[in-house]
């Protein structure tokens, strides 16, 4: 068997004749890492909603704690646990597209081996035109788990204000988080 252009199978070079041993070897290497990888993502998946859901859950309780004790400085440290976990969310969101774009290689040496296999990563559209396609569905109401509770929070730590000078300094530090969160999501907006 010659191999296929661009791709080597165990050191060898392209073009090199190989026995049919190697390639299965190098096939079963190439699935195996496909699974583990697979499953690598699947786990990122599940910590990510864990973090939006803690995010949500623990964004609201500390709104409802505020509001209870008309306290400002519970209110105004919202944006910052919401913004926080946001951002781990985000880095797990960033992590699962780097694998999937190295799934995507390892399904081009699966289809260099055996035309005509298709893989579950491999894209027919731009990041682009796929960010736009999913903003609605994806996008929006990730920003809005932040967003909504973040100036909600923000809005009622004013209104039941005792102190200027801790209101002002946590609007501060909200904004300067938010903006950070605001930032990492526009920078990674093809890889969310």
């Not at 699935?31 to 690598?40: G, H, M, S, T, V």
């Not at 500390?62 to 781990?88: K, Y």
């Not at 396609?133 to 204000?161: C, D, E, K, R």
């Amino acid at each position: 068997m010659k191999l296929a252009s661009g791709w080597g199978v165990c050191g060898m070079e392209e073009g090199e004749r190989v026995s049919g041993e190697d390639v299965k070897i190098y096939v079963d290497i190439l699935l195996a890492e496909y699974k583990a990888l697979r499953d690598e993502i699947i786990k990122k998946m599940d910590h990510r909603t864990t973090l939006r859901v803690s995010a949500t859950t623990l964004s609201l309780a500390a709104v409802g704690v505020g509001v209870e004790r008309r306290s400002s400085a519970i209110l105004l440290l919202v944006p910052v646990i919401v913004a926080l976990l946001a951002n781990m969310a985000n880095f797990q969101t960033v992590q699962i597209g780097r694998l999937s774009r190295y799934i995507e290689e390892i399904e081009g040496k699966l289809v260099g081996l055996h035309p005509g296999v298709i893989g579950w990563h491999t894209r027919s559209t731009d990041r682009k035109l796929r960010f736009r396609q999913i903003f609605v569905v994806y996008h929006l109401p990730n920003l809005t788990i932040v967003l909504a509770p973040a100036f909600l929070a923000m809005t009622l730590g004013w209104i039941y204000s005792d102190s200027l000078k801790i209101s002002v300094i946590l609007t501060c530090f909200d904004t300067v988080v938010l903006g950070l969160f605001l930032w990492n999501f526009v920078k990674n907006r093809h890889n969310l």
